[in-house]
């Protein structure tokens, strides 16, 4: 998109900026002062404080799947929370579209939670005394929707995420993963602009883990919801994110697409974290393309540069010549078959060469598009 | 032998030079040497320094002023006349409402009603258990006394859950709240019962509504510390789900809090009820009317003929209310339907059915039957069962009085002599080194600090008496709980058949346990160390044998892999990692022993007990008996610094702040 960091400032549906959220006595005094700056371990010696988050800033475009990733303990449920207030941040701006979070009242608030922004929980957060339907109407409930209009639209929800004849279940009734489409459920009840995920995922088993990863691309392209999804699972991320945020000790070191993170990561935690990503998979053919050397022929298949190298295997197989790689109807470069064996072997690509044409700001640009 | 020489040397050589080797003392040795200093010092000093009793201390007389003054300006000082006479008027009013309410019916309308309430809470079973418990008030003869005391049992309940329920709510979301409410719950839950009823006598007079009022306060501490709890244990997820929802504060009490803490706010129900069943009894002495009159007047006169069906009729009545109210909290949240839905709904309703038809019945039938409990049904205990005692008493009198003699002579008598013959300063002494060696300074100095006030209240002598039936009761309860504890815990069959007795004992208004104790040994000091001893007994079996049954099973696995014998694992690995849970039971038998033997007072055990008691029957020893009260607590709050100091000691207390930065 637009600005180089990938971000949309206008129309954003979620925007935050300088957001602070820090743990412990005093923590405002903290925060104008020196203290800040200081690393984790010395200002919890200092103060007694912890920053769980650190001025962090994003913003998120309408209908956009944007991911939070990062170790437990780097402040990821924390920022989410700070979204809607469920944790009232230190400092920093918030808006959900274009409403100014932090200023509003008790009520505001409240209106805010109920319409337009839904969470759903690691722990599922479900009420054992209701049945499974009147979990789901939970959120219309406290609206006040009548009774039969709140089951009427849970009965049409549940039958969404594929829990058809068990609205008069008990949640403990159901298995883990039932449990979080009931939770995933009663988010989309009210009809939100927004849905936070709290790793809803990582209390599940890997198989079941997968199928909700599934069901919740196939909600994104049906509902077309905005998103922000937290994780610790690379995978997850990669699989799920249009774009992933990288948090540690509560600061964002990177937010970029998953090309542009296994492409150039910011440093080297995040180069660690997706070291073991399977390049080929993730990475384009803008990664790889370098100039012709004197001599090679250039009659090869022609690509765009966005294709997957995976993808761009088929192609190589079917001729020994270069493959030429084409961005905006312009030839930008080559690729033979061995600079996509080195590719998907996960070396880093040999000749490192930036793209042909001097693209502004490198390969981190203009990936998304 | 040939392998011996040559591991020797590096094994000699390896540690550094080691000049102190002479000084290093064995772990023991403190305190052996504790102890020879203090027998020492005793010896040097016996009979100096002590404070007899004096029944006309100044500390008395001025408590005696206090009431006087209270008593002449009950109607004109503002105190009186717009905060406590009111209080006054409103609790004796509702006491009168419900003792209407529950009288109006007649007895087979009152029994009808109940038993509707048993079969809806609990099923068939509990709506038997309560019809055949009503009737057997009747058959016992004491239908009236029973009611009365049903009345102000649910006077004070009421009151209790009134104030206890919001507070405990709010406590369990305000740590602040709770920080502030738990010394004051702490110190409530130590003090014996029978402090309780001399303040209120000052302000409330004596009757029904005095009696409500200490059942009340006296009850209201699980009330807010179990519903505290409840409240916490709430899952935070399904809180945040709610609050994540735009949900008000309230919807989230009322729609998510309120319904998950159901079944632990119905334990708290029942636990006051218990409480206040048994403080009931204890306020007959402020002259609170119903069935511990009878026993009061039974325990005074050594008539156990008096007091059975009393007493048969409390412990019916608190295997009644806790049957229902357990039962009724148990029920799952929603009706127990799992497959056959439609099915379990006409259960539901078949139920509903029942209980509205017996609780119809009841009264319906009651027009038609007298209207007092047919003579003809009452059996007449008092004679047969004093002609019983008294048989019991002749055959097993060499026996008795054999168990009696040794623990007189052997225990009771050479430690009173000791305690009330020592220095007052070594005793301090004595308890301040013990505490400070379990707790720390603050505890050592807690304790002290109450030791010494009973001094300055003129109760010396008498909390020595006192604290001597304590110690020796202590150490029975705890060599036969520990034993039984590991018994049960070793052997599941033993368990078995053990656990039923330890949940009807349980169960038991304290009271009653004076009552066989009577019936065997007459009224001696004695006889209120066997009642505290059989009523402390019971948690400390269940602790014990809980501690030592959930040892980590991984270390009881890892120390069987290694060859131990049964013994060896219970010496080496259960008893050790089981110590928190001991020294708990023995805090916890200290602080049920105490508040016995204190009641023990009535049946002869003399010391703080009976200053109480003569306090209130006698206006002269008043002073005495509210200072005597304030000694058991002070006593109370000593005993408990020491034990708990040491069972807080191994493990440095972990505040953990819930703080979530995943």
Redesign the interface.
Same mark, same amino acid.
Request: charged share 25%; hydrophobic share 35%.
């Given at each position: 998109m637009a600005s180089p960091d990938g971000t949309s400032p206008d129309g954003a549906a979620i925007e935050v900026r300088g957001l602070w959220k820090i743990f412990g006595p005093r923590a405002d005094r903290v925060l104008g002062g020196p203290d800040a700056a200081l690393g984790p371990d010395a200002l919890r010696e200092k103060t007694g404080c912890v920053a769980a988050v650190r001025d962090v800033g994003f913003a998120v475009r309408p209908g956009e799947v944007f991911v939070v990733m990062g170790l437990s303990g780097s402040g990821k449920s924390t920022l989410v929370r700070c979204l809607t207030r469920l944790i009232e941040p230190t400092a920093g701006e918030i808006s959900i579209s274009g409403e100014d979070v932090r200023a509003a009242s008790p009520s505001r608030l409240r209106e805010l939670r109920r319409h337009r922004v839904s969470m759903v929980f690691q722990h599922f957060g479900l009420l054992p005394h209701r049945k499974v339907v009147d979990n789901v109407a939970y959120g219309l409930e406290v609206q006040g929707v009548p009774r039969a209009g709140r089951h009427e639209r849970a009965r049409e929800i549940l039958s969404l995420v594929g829990l058809d004849g068990f609205a008069e279940a008990r949640p403990d009734e159901l298995s883990g993963g039932m449990q979080q489409r009931v939770g995933l459920a009663r988010a989309l009840a009210v009809d939100p602009e927004v849905l936070l995920f709290d790793e809803p995922f990582s209390a599940l088993d890997p198989l079941i883990r997968r199928d909700m990863q599934a069901e919740v691309v196939r909600l994104h392209r049906e509902v077309g919801k905005t998103m922000v999804f937290i994780t610790h699972d690379l995978s997850e991320a990669l699989k799920l994110g249009e774009r992933i945020a990288i948090m540690r000790a509560g600061s964002i070191v990177q937010v970029g697409t998953a090309e542009e993170l296994v492409g150039a990561p910011a440093d080297d935690y995040v180069a660690d974290f997706v070291r073991d990503v399977p390049r080929g998979e993730v990475l384009s053919l803008r990664w790889i393309r370098r100039a012709p050397a004197p001599g090679e022929r250039l009659d090869g298949p022609v690509l765009p540069a966005g294709t997957i190298i995976r993808d761009a295997v088929p192609a190589a197989l079917e001729s020994a010549r270069p493959i030429r790689v084409v961005e905006d109807g312009e030839p930008t470069g080559v690729v033979d078959r061995l600079d996509i064996l080195a590719a998907m072997a996960g070396r880093p690509p040999v000749p490192a060469v930036p793209p042909q044409r001097p693209s502004p700001g490198g390969p981190a640009s203009g990936a998304g598009s | 032998m040939t392998s011996h020489a040559p591991p020797a040397p590096p094994v000699q050589a390896s540690p550094p030079p080691l000049p102190r080797r002479a000084v290093r003392l064995p772990p023991w040795a403190p305190l052996l040497a504790g102890a020879a200093a203090a027998t020492a010092a005793y010896l040097a000093f016996r009979g100096t320094a002590t404070l007899p009793h004096d029944p006309e201390a100044a500390p008395f007389r001025i408590i005696g002023d206090v009431r006087a003054w209270a008593d002449a300006n009950r109607n004109q000082s503002p105190v009186f006349l717009f905060f406590v006479n009111y209080v006054r008027l409103f609790v004796g009013g509702l006491y009168d409402v419900l003792l209407t309410v529950l009288t109006a019916p007649g007895w087979a309308g009152l029994s009808g009603i109940a038993t509707g309430i048993g079969l809806l809470a609990g099923g068939w079973r509990t709506g038997l258990l309560t019809a055949l418990g009503f009737g057997s008030f009747g058959v016992l003869g004491v239908w009236e006394a029973s009611v009365t005391t049903l009345a102000l049992v649910l006077t004070a309940v009421l009151l209790s859950l009134a104030a206890g329920l919001p507070l405990g709510i709010l406590a369990g979301h305000s740590a602040r709240l709770r920080r502030l409410l738990d010394p004051v719950l702490d110190v409530m839950q130590i003090m014996p019962t029978f402090a309780y009823l001399a303040p209120m006598v000052l302000f409330f007079q004596i009757g029904p509504a005095s009696a409500a009022v200490a059942t009340m306060i006296y009850s209201v501490p699980p009330a807010i510390r179990i519903t505290a709890l409840a409240i916490r244990q709430v899952?935070p997820?399904?809180?945040?789900?709610?609050?994540?929802?735009?949900?008000?504060r309230g919807?989230t009490l009322r729609?998510?809090e309120l319904?998950?803490a *159901?079944a632990t706010i119905g334990l708290a129900v029942n636990q006051t009820i218990m409480m206040a069943l048994s403080m009931v009894v204890i306020a007959a002495l402020i002259a609170a009317p119903g069935l511990g009159s009878d026993i009061i007047r039974g325990l005074t006169r050594a008539d156990v003929g008096v007091m059975l069906p009393a007493g048969l009729a409390i412990v019916v009545m608190a295997i009644v209310l806790d049957r229902v109210t357990s039962s009724a909290a148990a029920r799952p949240?929603?009706g127990a339907a *799992?497959p056959g839905?439609a099915r379990a709904l006409s259960a539901s309703r078949l139920r509903w059915l029942c209980a509205a038809a017996v609780a119809l019945g009841g009264p319906a039938l009651g027009r038609a039957l007298p209207e007092e409990f047919p003579a003809g049904l009452v059996l007449r205990l008092a004679g047969p069962v004093n002609e019983a005692v008294d048989a019991v008493t002749f055959s097993w009198y060499d026996l008795t009085e054999a168990v009696r003699n040794l623990t007189t002579e052997a225990l009771l008598n050479p430690l009173q002599t000791v305690l009330t013959s020592a220095p007052w300063w070594l005793v301090a002494a004595v308890v301040l080194a013990v505490a400070w060696r379990t707790g720390g300074p603050r505890p050592a100095a807690v304790a002290v600090g109450c030791l010494l006030a009973t001094a300055l209240i003129g109760l010396w002598q008498h909390t020595m008496e006192t604290l001597t039936t304590v110690l020796v009761a202590v150490a029975l309860t705890l060599l036969a709980g520990v034993l039984l504890g590991i018994a049960a815990a070793r052997s599941p069959r033993f368990a078995a058949v053990q656990r039923p007795l330890l949940d009807a004992a349980q169960t038991m208004p304290a009271f009653v346990y004076l009552l066989p104790a009577l019936a065997l040994f007459g009224a001696t000091r004695f006889t209120a160390v066997f009642a505290s001893v059989i009523y402390a007994v019971p948690p400390v079996i269940r602790l014990v044998e809980d501690g030592v049954r959930n040892v980590s099973p991984a270390a009881v696995e890892a120390a069987l892999s290694c060859g131990s014998t049964g013994w060896q694992l219970l010496w080496k690995v259960r008893l050790p990692m089981a110590r928190r849970a001991i020294l708990l039971a023995a805090n916890q038998g200290i602080v049920m022993t105490l508040a016995m033997v204190v009641v023990g007072g009535l049946v002869g055990a003399g010391g703080l007990g009976y200053d109480v008691v003569s306090g209130f029957s006698q206006r002269a020893d008043f002073g005495m008996g509210f200072a005597a009260g304030v000694a058991t607590v002070l006593l109370g709050i000593m005993l408990d610094r020491i034990t708990q100091g040491a069972g807080a000691r191994p493990s440095p207390r972990t505040t953990t702040g819930k703080?979530?930065?995943?």
């Open positions: - | 899952s997820s399904a809180v945040e789900a709610s609050v994540s929802l735009g949900a008000t919807q729609k998510v319904p998950m *159901r949240p929603y *799992r839905k703080k979530r930065i995943a």
